[in-house]
């Protein structure tokens, strides 16, 4: 069934016959424009299947971030260790080469490459893995990297070129470029008359001189790498909420799957009324009385040695108490007319619930009533 219906507006046209044509307004085009915020439900969903809002932007600038800084501090031992090894391998060359001395220095070499890169590759993973968990928590999806045909569709490839994500990638793009171009001439337009006193300097401190310019210039543009990570981080994170946005027919849709279909939940509701129904006047039968309205209302009392008072077994107001008292006539069920006692029972005690301490003599007035009535019609 549509939720909404092609309107006739009251406007229209003429045609070329000059007769009048109503001009039609289909209120579906709209039915499933997303307006709605994600529900928790949907950002879970998406959560799992590794849709988040996360931006490499920000790995990259702290993993730069973090490896220069690691090479600032560690550079010079690590220097100095490919140094002393230069020196080893130089001052040994007119030692005898042979495959034992080749494997030594090929062994050498694979542990003063652990020895100098082991820390930087270290610390890059740690900080790799700290910002993904800073910006998503800790998430773990195998969904992007699965298996997927669609994908290797040629037109897919062409509209995911041409998406919306894919312009703000290359406007992106296109913009470090221009920042770091611009950092880079203007950094190195300050620092270009000092590349011909490097010829006046010794190896070390030729070495120190470069160090200090390429460790000042990549510490500016991380600094505006961060910036823009986090503008970005901001980008994907508003753009996520957008791509889960939901229509209106979408979040009912959920919402009847989380609740239930309210015209099912009505249905059980009503069953279950209806079976409470049968059980109740099932035990009218059994009752000592029914004290009624007379016609409004009807509540039927049980009392049994041992109790701590008088239960009520069923009530029922109007077409129900009707129905009790009906039952109570075919059962032989003496029927009491009380009007403040019904009334009193009837909104003070639920089915299967005892008599208040405060109607109990009214209760036995009627109960002591019955029993003598019913030892008369006993010995009548």
Not at 53 to 71: C, D, K, P, T, Y
Not at 140 to 152: A, D, L, R, V, Y
Not at 217 to 226: C, E
Not at 298 to 319: F, R, T, W
Request: contains cysteine; positive net charge.
């Amino acid at each position: 069934m549509k939720c909404m219906e092609t309107l006739e507006l009251s406007y229209g046209h003429y045609n070329n016959n000059h007769s009048f044509k109503p001009f039609r307004f289909d209120l579906q085009l709209f039915a499933g424009e997303k307006t709605e915020e994600p529900t928790a439900k949907r950002k879970a969903d998406a959560k799992k299947k590794g849709q988040v809002g996360r931006s490499q932007e920000v790995n990259a600038a702290f993993v730069l971030l973090v490896g220069f800084m690691i090479l600032r501090f560690l550079g010079g031992n690590a220097v100095e260790e490919i140094m002393n090894y230069s020196t080893y391998v130089f001052g040994n060359l007119n030692a005898d080469i042979n495959e034992e001395s080749i494997m030594q220095m090929f062994i050498a070499i694979i542990i003063l490459l652990a020895k100098t890169s082991m820390p930087l590759m270290v610390f890059i993973m740690i900080i790799g893995l700290a910002m993904n968990i800073a910006q998503v928590g800790f998430n773990f999806s195998t969904e992007q990297i699965s298996f997927n045909p669609g994908k290797m569709s040629p037109i897919s490839g062409i509209k995911r070129m041409f998406s919306k994500r894919s312009l703000v990638e290359l406007v992106k793009s296109l913009f470090k470029i221009a920042i770091i171009g611009y950092f880079v001439f203007s950094y190195l337009s300050d620092e270009i008359f000092q590349i011909p006193k490097l010829i006046y300097m010794d190896l070390l401190g030729g070495l120190h001189k470069m160090s200090d310019t390429i460790f000042g210039l990549a510490f500016k543009i991380i600094g505006v790498f961060i910036v823009m990570a986090a503008m970005d981080f901001a980008y994907q994170k508003w753009q996520n909420t957008q791509d889960l946005k939901m229509s209106k027919q979408e979040v009912k849709e959920e919402f009847k799957q989380q609740e239930g279909d309210p015209k099912i939940k009505g249905k059980i509701r009503q069953k279950q009324r209806q079976m409470a129904m049968a059980r109740m006047m099932q035990e009218v039968p059994k009752a000592d009385v029914i004290i009624t309205n007379p016609t409004h209302f009807a509540v039927a009392l049980k009392y049994e040695s041992g109790m701590s008072a008088p239960v009520v077994i069923a009530k029922g107001q109007d077409l129900v108490a009707q129905k009790i008292k009906s039952l109570a006539r075919d059962s032989k069920v003496p029927i009491v007319e009380n009007k403040p006692l019904a009334r009193a029972l009837f909104a003070a005690v639920e089915v299967g619930g005892l008599v208040p301490h405060e109607l109990y003599k009214a209760v036995a007035e009627v109960l002591a009533y019955v029993y003598r009535l019913k030892r008369r019609t006993r010995y009548a």
